[in-house]
């Protein structure tokens, strides 16, 4: 795994130590930005074959999506609101300019020029959440207590997903777990994502408590608790939701009473019953 802090020590303004203008470093670098429309799935890819990196970033047109900024080829990304749609579309430009980085990097050093592709993608995605979300600035902001609105401004302030906030701060060893809740059609509430906690189909596909979570007021953050089964026991994850309308988040501080352990997933390890 190449470091990635050596990996932005390319970038020619160095590494950042605040969330950075990633238009700045797209013409620092050269790179030619190009919006690809209507490719169902694409996100982004970069091309690092010809005289100058291009990067393409995927792009929906505003008709399609009412969540979805009207952007344009040519728009600066700073002169938008941030925005969920603008977050991802972020943070996938930022790990394109991971790509453009490591290449430069092998270019001139012993680093490992191949790596597997795996290994490439995962070491962008770190280039990416670090020149997002540079450590020591996310560590100031979130003040080693990551409760949803540190979660929340240092996400809104890094121009990033809430996700991406949540799995950084896992990164750097802050305990915290969280569920992701979403609304189905038939007003239905479903666990969609759940980080941290290492039990596969802990959470049933409706062990939300649907009464209490659509009384939970928009908006607002309430402490709540919410019961999973591990297979053998009930447990019991506390901490803070947020519903908006269509999802819930909810950041678990204490499993069982217990801080979430970092960086490790939580696991359910009972004691072993003792012999009388
Ligand atoms: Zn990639
Ligand atoms: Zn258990």
């Keep these: 795994m190449i470091p990635c802090k050596r990996v932005l020590r390319e970038l020619p303004s160095g590494a950042p130590t605040h969330p950075p203008d990633l238009d700045s470093i797209v013409a620092d670098l050269g790179i030619e930005l190009r919006y690809i429309k209507s490719r169902a799935g694409f996100n982004g890819a970069t091309d690092l074959s010809g005289p100058r990196p291009v990067v393409e970033l995927g792009w ?6 009412r969540s979805v900024l009207p952007w344009e080829p040519g728009v600066r990304l700073a002169d938008l609101q941030p925005h969920q749609y603008d977050a991802r579309t972020r943070f996938t430009l930022a790990h394109e ?4 980085l490591v290449h430069r ?17 995962r070491a962008c995605d770190a280039v990416a959440a670090e020149l997002l979300m540079p450590t020591d ?11 949803i609105a540190n979660l929340r401004r240092v996400s809104m302030r ?7 906030a949540l799995i950084r701060a896992r990164g ?5 777990a969280a ?18 906690i290492n039990v596969r189909n802990a959470f049933e596909r409706d062990c939300a408590d649907h009464a209490a979570l659509t009384a939970a007021p928009l908006k607002s953050i309430n402490t709540w608790q919410m019961p999973f089964s591990c297979g053998q026991h009930v447990h019991v994850l506390r901490g803070e939701l947020r519903r908006t309308f ?3 988040v909810m950041v678990g501080a204490t499993i069982d009473g217990h801080r979430v352990p970092a960086p490790t997933t939580w696991r359910c390890a009972p004691s072993k019953p003792r012999h009388r």
Excluded: C, M, N
């Design 246 to 248: 269509l999802s819930a």
């Design 158 to 164: 890094a121009g990033v997903s809430i996700s991406a």
């Design 97 to 100: 300019i991971g790509h453009v």
């Design 172 to 176: 750097l060893r802050l305990g915290v």
């Design 137 to 147: 600035w996310f560590l100031s902001q979130i003040d080693h207590d990551p409760t």
């Design 60 to 65: 929906v047109p505003a008709s399609r999506s």
């Design 105 to 121: 990097l092998a270019a001139h050093s012993d680093a490992p020029s191949r790596l597997d592709r795996a290994a490439l993608e």
């Design 179 to 196: 569920v992701f809740l979403a609304q189905t059609a038939d007003k239905d509430w479903r666990v969609r994502r759940v980080y941290g």
